[in-house]
């Protein structure tokens, strides 16, 4: 076993939006997981910052709830970590908070012998990010050594996305952002790459002459719960596709990278992310559909349609569910064609990489009846439960022709006998390391909405369909007849768990 993992050093976090449920329900158990692995230094603190009156006891106080089911086993790392905790409020359009924010981060710095490796946190509403950002250039505050995390989404379409780069890259350079997309930092996403590339018997056989088709499902049982305004805005296209699905696509297809270091797996990710074929619209449903949940049931409970969820307008058009057919135009994947799909309120929650390889040319058991062989599949699984397993075909014990389909599997938390880390916990010990391939390069983000602005165009300026499914469905006849028009089926929601 080869393990790397390099603690960072003297740090200070400033978090925008402190008190938030961001700040509560991730960012803080992250960062005390790290600080209690010792991967943390001595030298850190967290200031937090928001509109909310706080004195530092009380956002001490936030913390130690944060850490709280976790506190019991590290009693003493739990108040240590809390006396690193502190908070200034003030308007976030106002300069004389920063100039007050100013003077706290020097006097910080000082308490807790932090030089320079400065983290600036938005964890904040996105039409705040262009205002923070300005007021932290106009103020003074970042220096060549300071970093900047930015949550997503990260625009909202292609012209929003390039304004908001424009005003971060006035005051930060491009090896300062780390645009964060947390499913890049799960285990089994992050396997990917080590799956692919360090193992000789899978790169061979990764490409077209192999590989039937993949499918990437990105599903979700819970609906939109208190985000109503800001998924209304978005829907399945943005809030999923355009960041999580599209990075999974990258990271499945790209070419190995010359090293492991973070600009050349980027590099790699943008080649393959340009080569994807323009989504075409005729016929519409032959390449992309978008469906909207109604009411139905999940785990044996009545829940409403989108449409009665608090806060949805009653004539809103926003999609919940959308599933697509991609093609990538290199010699590796010509005519593979990626089928990719996300939606809420589905059957189960399941996110996993399905890759599906040709059939065997020949069957040799055709006096048995054999005539055509299940084909292998391999699954990646990113959650709920993260972990690998391979299907391929063997003979039972028996009669001389006893033929089935073995499942070769492993699951990260048995196998390791660990809890799996939040992939937060991964994310944040890399931007304190300045360490970059699991974040998102501005290119990569640009070329992601070029490829769905036209999508967005047509819907804006046609009468496309907006398909509707039960709360608790597989799925729907259109996006089925997308995958089954081509003569395949997509892997039902949530089966991979149940092996």
């Not at 010699?331 to 399941?350: E, H, N, Q």
């Not at 996110?351 to 699954?379: C, D, K, W, Y």
Request: charged share 25%; with cysteine; glycine share 6%.
């Amino acid at each position: 076993m080869v393990c790397v993992e390099q603690p960072a050093g003297p740090t200070g976090l400033i978090v925008f939006g402190a008190s938030g449920d961001l700040t509560s329900g991730k960012l803080l158990p992250s960062l005390f997981d790290l600080y209690r692995r010792e991967l943390i230094s001595e030298n850190f603190y967290i200031l937090g910052c928001g509109r909310t009156e706080m004195s530092d006891e009380q956002f001490s106080q936030f913390a130690a709830e944060a850490i709280e089911k976790d506190a019991g086993k590290a009693a003493d790392h739990a108040k240590k970590f809390t006396q690193k905790c502190h908070f200034i409020n003030g308007d976030y359009d106002d300069a004389a908070f920063y100039e007050k924010l100013k003077n706290r981060i020097e006097e910080l710095n000082r308490q807790h012998k932090v030089e320079s490796n400065l983290i600036f946190y938005l964890s904040v509403p996105p039409f705040l990010y262009p205002v923070v950002v300005a007021q932290l250039g106009a103020g003074g505050l970042v220096s060549p050594e300071s970093k900047l995390v930015v949550e997503k989404p990260f625009g909202h379409d292609l012209q929003s996305a390039q304004q908001l780069n424009e005003i971060i890259s006035r005051t930060f350079r491009e090896s300062q952002v780390y645009r964060i997309d947390h499913y890049l930092g799960k285990e089994t996403v992050q396997n990917i790459l080590m799956f692919r590339f360090a193992n000789a018997i899978f790169e061979p056989i990764w490409n077209r002459n192999y590989i039937d088709h993949i499918q990437i499902t990105i599903a979700e049982s819970s609906g939109i719960g208190h985000r109503a305004g800001y998924y209304d805005e978005n829907g399945a296209l943005r809030d999923m596709f355009q960041n999580h699905v599209l990075q999974m696509l990258a990271l499945v297809a790209m070419e190995p990278p010359t090293s492991f270091e973070a600009d050349r797996v980027r590099d790699e990710k943008i080649k393959l992310l340009r080569a994807i074929r323009p989504i075409g619209f005729e016929p519409w449903s032959a390449q992309i559909v978008k469906g909207r949940y109604t009411a139905g049931q999940i785990d044996g409970k009545d829940v409403c349609g989108y449409l009665q969820e608090k806060g949805i307008p009653a004539d809103s058009q926003t999609e919940t569910y959308i599933a697509a057919k991609l093609l990538i135009d290199n010699w590796r994947w010509r005519g593979v064609p990626f089928y990719v799909r996300s939606g809420k309120r589905l059957a189960a929650k399941d996110t996993e990489i399905v890759i599906t390889f040709r059939h065997v040319p020949h069957s040799m058991f055709l006096s048995a009846g054999l005539e055509e062989l299940p084909p292998n599949i391999l699954t990646l699984q990113i959650q709920p439960q993260e972990g690998i397993s391979l299907q391929f075909q063997a003979k039972q014990p028996g009669s001389k022709i006893c033929m089935s389909t073995l499942d070769m599997r492993f699951n990260y938390a048995d196998v390791f006998a660990v809890q799996m880390p939040e992939a937060y916990s991964r994310l944040l010990l890399d931007a304190m390391l300045g360490d970059q391939t699991l974040f998102n390069r501005y290119d990569s983000v640009e070329t992601a909405w070029k490829l769905l602005a036209p999508v967005l165009q047509k819907w804006q300026d046609s009468d496309i369909p907006l398909y509707e499914y039960p709360a608790g469905a597989q799925s729907f006849a259109a996006a089925d007849n997308l995958i089954e028009s081509d003569g395949r089926k997509w892997q039902p929601i949530g089966i991979s768990q149940q092996k």
